[in-house]
Every structure is written in C-alpha cells, then in structure tokens.
C-alpha cells in the first residue's frame, strides 16, 4: 500500500487504465518506467510519486481490471437467459479480448498469474479473489438450471456435488480456454472447446 501522507493527486482513472495497457502489452518484468510514462503521459518523478513504485502501480491495474471484470461477468451471468446460454456468453465474451488486438493478447489477470504466480502474494491473492468469484457466479447459474428443470442431477449423487463437478468442469474449460487463445490464437479451436463444454454439462 502506498505510503500514508503520500500525494494522490495522479491516481486516477485514465492513469490506472492508461497502466493496463502497458502491463498487457508488455507483462510485468519487460514493462519498463519508460513504457509507463509514455503509456501514462505523466513524467517518472510524478508517477512514482502517485504510485510509489512499479510494483504498487501494478497491483492498482490489477484490482481496476479485476473490478471492471467481475462487474462484466456478473452482468453476463445475471441476463434473463436459458443457463446454457449465459455460459455461452461468458465464453464468448472472452474472443474478442483474445482475438481481436494481435499487440495485446489475453487477460491481464491470468497473464499475471502466469507471470507472477507463486511469487507475487499481491498478484496470488487477486487472482484467488477472482477465480473464487466467478465460480460461486457459476455455480449459481446451475442451480438456476437444476431449479428451472434444464439440468438434471443424478439420483446417485448429491445436487451440490454435481453442481460442483460442473462448475469445475467450466472453470477449467474457461481458463483453459483463455491459455490456449493467448498461445495458439486458434479461434477454430476455442470455438470447438466451447461447443464441447456446453454439449458435456447440458447435453445436445
């Protein structure tokens, strides 16, 4: 966290946003004070004297992306919309983010993780706090289909261990699916993993 005293009069929006792009482009470690004044317009002086330092500004791009993100995808997962739909919008909603800007492919908070897993507890705990989010969002949307009778559970186990396995089950299509885009930029193939996803939770 910043220092207490510190002058904040830089920390705004378009700093942070301004920020997010730098860090897509160029990840953490080859994101250079250079590439951050010229992304952000502000001199080094002045930005470090909002953010402290790159580490600090960094996690603020995180946690505004986060938020902007969480906010998306709730908003997804809440339409008026059958659940196999809505789970198809949550896949979908990630192409163009992958697919349509060649310079910055990605999701910034699983190119974090991937960058800094495991030796960032800032970039460990946000990346938790969002996975850990859309999944109870996911989850809410499969019970919605159990009660809505679009989803069947098995006599042989219990609802919330189904819902659990599902959820599971396109958690790890999601992100998987957002590795394999950033590496492979094969919209063929994304295409076929949620097809794929889709028929093994609801069937044809």
Do not use: W
């Not at 990605?106 to 969002?130: K, Q, W």
Request: glycine letters at 8%; one cysteine or more.
């Amino acid at each position: 966290m910043p220092a207490p005293g510190r002058p904040r009069e830089f920390k705004d929006q378009r700093v942070v946003e301004a920020a997010v792009d730098a860090f897509l482009d160029k990840g953490y470690a080859a994101c250079s004070a250079q590439d951050l004044c010229e992304q952000t317009g502000l001199g080094r002086g002045s930005l470090y004297n909002a953010f402290g330092n790159k580490h600090e500004l960094y996690i603020e791009a995180l946690e505004h992306y986060d938020q902007q993100g969480v906010l998306e995808q709730q908003r997804i997962l809440q339409q008026f919309l059958s659940a196999r739909e809505r789970l198809q919008a949550l896949f979908e909603y990630a192409l163009p983010f992958d697919f349509a800007d060649q310079q910055k492919p990605g999701c910034l908070i699983i190119n974090a993780a991937m960058e800094r897993g495991g030796v960032d507890a800032d970039v460990d705990r946000i990346f938790r706090r969002h996975v850990d989010i859309l999944e109870d969002m996911i989850v809410q949307v499969l019970r919605e289909a159990i009660e809505s009778g679009e989803l069947q559970a098995p006599a042989s186990e219990s609802i919330d261990t189904y819902v659990a396995e599902l959820a599971d089950m396109a958690m790890s299509s999601f992100y998987g699916l957002r590795v394999l885009n950033k590496g492979t930029q094969n919209q063929a193939l994304a295409n076929r993993i949620i097809r794929g996803t889709l028929l093994a939770i609801f069937g044809a």
